[in-house]
């Protein structure tokens, strides 16, 4: 549904994005990952027709966005950042404002509008005026602006910024739900938002991809890394450490009296050479794996240039 081959923009001697590729498909929803400057903003522009590339190619349900921006844009939902509301219209007046700019008209337009009230989980703030409704429900409301018209594709730009953890959270759940439907790319630089929405994540650093996969293949452990919890006296425990692995190979952190967490570091068969030490010392293991990377680990190293 989104297909971005080649995208360069440049702004004189300034590269904002480079030679971007990726897609989007239906059903799924992609997070668009990087710090600031990295040039979230800048693609974004790029993908609503907003502002044209200085090469490369955008087709939204296969049509190229420059070619025919007016058919493609009507696949198109976008809620930018700090969406630009009308404090002294009522949820619904504002609605039917924005069916009526897609070339809706009379029931049509009230059909719609309804319609994506009640799919963002806003219809019970269509009577309020937009200025008296609270932070949370002004961003269901900037969503539910998106979703007029049901299109395919949806473009969310910061979509919690500035809300508390619960709504932060109500938010979440209502961009998950409409995911399921449609093809959807959320810009943030938060870790969690991707994390709590998104099945993959595309991670830009000054205006290239520096990483995309689906969360669990960036998460892929580091080879040779791994987790053990167990229990033991801590001084048998660290004797049978110490017949296996080489010093300073494993840390050693205690979570209660006499249960312990052992992170550990090696070639990959050092794991198992632990376990067999510590099961023929009586150890009893509650748990061993190999060590999955935090989200965070693994973004902090794209964006510093490192593997």
Known sequence: MIEVLHLTRTFGAVVAVSNLSFSVKPGEAVGLLGPNGAGKTTTFRLLTGSLGPSSGEIRIMGRPITGDPLEARRHIGYMPENAPLYPEMTAAEYLYFRAELTGLRGEQRRRASRQAAEEAHAAS????????????????????????GRPPVLLLDEPTAGLDPNQVEQVRALVREVAKERAVLLSTHVLSEIEATCQRAIVLSKGKIVLQGNLEELRRPPEGEYVLTVRAARAELEAAVALAVQPGRVDLVSLDEERFELTGHGDPGAMNRLLGTLLERGVHIEEAAPRRAALSEVFQAATRGET
């Open 125 to 148: 703030a269509l009577g309020t005026m937009i200025g008296h409704l609270s932070k949370g429900f002004r961003q269901r409301v900037a969503l539910a602006a998106a979703l007029i």
